[in-house]
């Protein structure tokens, strides 16, 4: 019989040597060469899109919700318009009477005669004044001070109001009176009236706060009296004008 040479089972490499071991031996293991070739952890940075993307919509909501709003008092104010179409109220002096005059260096003696008329224009407003504060100036000299009583005026309707405005109290330090007897030496005075008091505004149920309004009436001329008989002034009927700040924004039932 002849012998069989058999193969040997660990393959030889190039040169006659073993063959390197696939597994086991002196090679990495898997954990090991995984390790190796795995890149530094980095944190990443916050992703800013996403903030940006909140912010815009809630900057959009925001917008549309005070568009809503503004749309709202808009129709609101529009239909209050339409169906109670307000105006503010009116003042005149009807006449004024000078009965008393007197000027010194350090005081004014006078008495004046005064009758206004108010007027509600309104159908469905009503008008509720406390006490008038009046005021009668010629130039920058407080020379009449008074008060009118509080008064409800109805809607459609006048009222006249009359108070006698007088003066006595002295100068106060510093205040000039050239321009007033420069009127004087002419016999006729440059008068201003104002007007300060609080009202409110009722429209059936509704009522608002207590609203400042000052009224101005300018242009009045009236004479100095010579004797015992007063003077008018001129011109009757004089129109004032309501300070335009009287609005209507608060409501209370």
């Known amino acids: ?33 995984y390790n190796a070739t795995r890149p530094m952890y980095r944190p990443q940075p916050p992703r800013r899109r996403h903030r940006r993307s909140c912010c815009r919509s809630i900057c959009l ?11 709202l008092a808009a129709i609101a104010g529009t239909l209050f318009w339409v169906f109670y179409h307000p105006h503010r109220p009116s003042f005149s002096v009807s006449t004024l009477h000078l009965s008393k005059f007197k000027l010194t260096d350090t005081a004014i003696t006078s008495t004046f005669d005064l009758t206004l008329t108010a007027r509600n224009t309104n159908k469905k407003i009503v008008f ?17 001070d008074g008060s009118l009583p509080g ?11 009359r108070a006698v405005i ?3 109290s002295p100068f106060s330090d510093g205040t000039d009176t050239s321009p007033l007897k420069s009127s004087l030496k002419n016999k006729n005075l440059q008068l201003k009236i104002t007007l300060e008091t609080k009202v409110k505004v009722k429209m059936g149920k509704l009522k608002t706060k207590k609203l400042k309004i000052r009224v101005n009436c300018d242009g ?5 009296p010579t004797g ?3 003077t008018t ?7 004032c004008k309501v300070d335009p700040t009287f609005k209507i924004i608060k409501w209370s039932v």
Do not use: E, H, W
């Not at 008064?151 to 109001?161: C, G, H, I, R």
């Open 1 to 33: 019989m002849t012998d069989r040479v058999y193969p040997s089972a660990k393959p030889t490499a190039k040169g006659g040597g073993p063959a390197p071991a696939v597994n086991g031996g002196s090679n990495p293991n898997k954990a090991q060469l």
């Open 61 to 71: 909501c925001t917008t549309l919700i005070i568009l809503f709003l503004l749309l």
């Open 128 to 144: 509720l004044y406390d006490p008038i504060a009046v005021k009668i100036f010629s130039g920058d000299i407080t020379v009449g």
């Open 151 to 161: 008064f409800t005026q109805a809607t459609k309707n006048f009222t006249t109001l």
């Open 166 to 168: 007088s003066n006595s």
């Open 220 to 224: 009045i001329k009236i004479s100095v």
């Open 228 to 230: 015992k008989s007063p």
């Open 233 to 239: 002034a001129m011109p009757v009927d004089v129109k």
